[in-house]
């Protein structure tokens, strides 16, 4: 499969002089089109610093980061700008919707940045909309949704511009169980039908279950990987749990 990140011995610091946290120590891998991979390791790992970096939210301090072909570790502020609004998606575990916004002027608001059109801003709304189940929601405001519905109405927001990634960021954090097992459902279904690369921080087994690839993280380092491949949420389930037990699952959550 064509490769379309590229992580290569990436490193960050934190702090000054004598004060310096090493969070990312020299991380390489590659995600290609079509994948979803899952980021898990205990507390203070890295897993969020990577997607932090992979974001440009966090500058990296060594290393790079690759997108199409694009090294997006180099690039200035006013580029990051425009590389975040055309070429990412996100997904908060927060949801990150404004609440003076109903659902359609929330899922439309990265089109409108682009300076798209309404008419067609709008169109493309209703086929993401009815793909997700929430169309019939488009007038309504995020107070009246539920945990679950908030959060594929963040979904449509991210996948509307079709962007060459997305960025899950603990994505199931504010959902209950059943929400949360229907949030994975989404998310396989835009990662399978709709070819949607999805790259997730979680600290739930459960919800890594679910993705292609599990990457495990410790003490800044890329320590174990798992693949799918063919066997069922069940199988990997447990695999992911026996690899948290040697890595030390405390504090994982």
Known sequence: MKVLLKVEDVTKYYGTGQVVTKALDGISFDVAKGDFVAIMGASGSGKSTLLNCISTIDRVSAGKII????????????????????????????????????????????????????????????????????????????????????????????????????LADEPTGALDSINSKKLMGTLVMMNEEMQSTILMVTHDPLVGSYAKRVLFLKDGKLWNELYKGDKSNRVIHEEILATMALLGGEGLV
């Open 67 to 166: 997108l199409e072909g694009d090294v997006i570790s180099s690039k200035k502020e006013d580029e990051l700008a425009h590389y975040r609004r055309d070429k990412l998606g996100f997904i908060f575990q927060d949801y990150n919707l404004l609440d003076t916004l109903t659902v359609e002027e929330n899922i439309t608001l990265p089109l409108n940045l682009q300076g798209v059109a309404h008419k067609k801003s709008s169109v493309l709304c209703r086929q993401i909309t009815e793909q997700l189940a929430i169309s019939e929601q488009l007038n309504k405001f995020p107070v009246e949704l539920s945990g679950g519905q908030r959060q594929r109405v963040a979904c449509a927001r991210a996948l509307i511009t079709k962007p060459s990634v997305i």
